[in-house]
């Protein structure tokens, strides 16, 4: 069965950094690329950094150069360290194939402030 489980968003001011993990179980992420995904209050959910089994990575262009995403195969994580917040990067974070399975985990909440 597949499970995602986020952890590591909290509170922080802008210019600041968190970092972000996901532990995955089941097969989704054994040959997926795996990715991290936001949605912030009243918008769609959004695909910000994705990695491949091989590890090249992609990001969306609102992040590039302040976030960057690993995975780690064998222990089934992915995660995301997140420099330079703004706040514009409240949102809560999710982490999922790509693309998305139909499985997604709670998330978790990233709160910026100004």
């Known amino acids: 069965q597949v499970q995602l489980v986020e952890s590591g968003g909290g509170l922080v001011q802008a210019g600041g950094s968190l970092r972000l993990s996901c532990v995955a179980s089941g097969s989704i992420f054994d040959f997926n690329a795996m990715g991290w995904y936001r949605q912030a209050p009243g918008k769609q959910r959004v695909l910000v950094a994705r990695?491949?089994?091989?590890?090249?990575?992609n990001y969306a262009n609102s992040v590039k150069g302040r976030f960057t995403i690993s995975r780690d195969n064998a222990e089934k994580t992915v995660a995301l360290f997140m420099n330079s917040l703004k706040p514009e990067d409240t949102a809560v974070y999710y982490c999922?194939?790509?693309?998305?399975?139909?499985?997604w985990g709670q998330g978790t909440q990233v709160t910026v402030s100004s």
């Open positions: 990695i491949i089994s091989g590890g090249s990575t």
């Open positions: 999922n194939a790509v693309p998305p399975s139909e499985y």
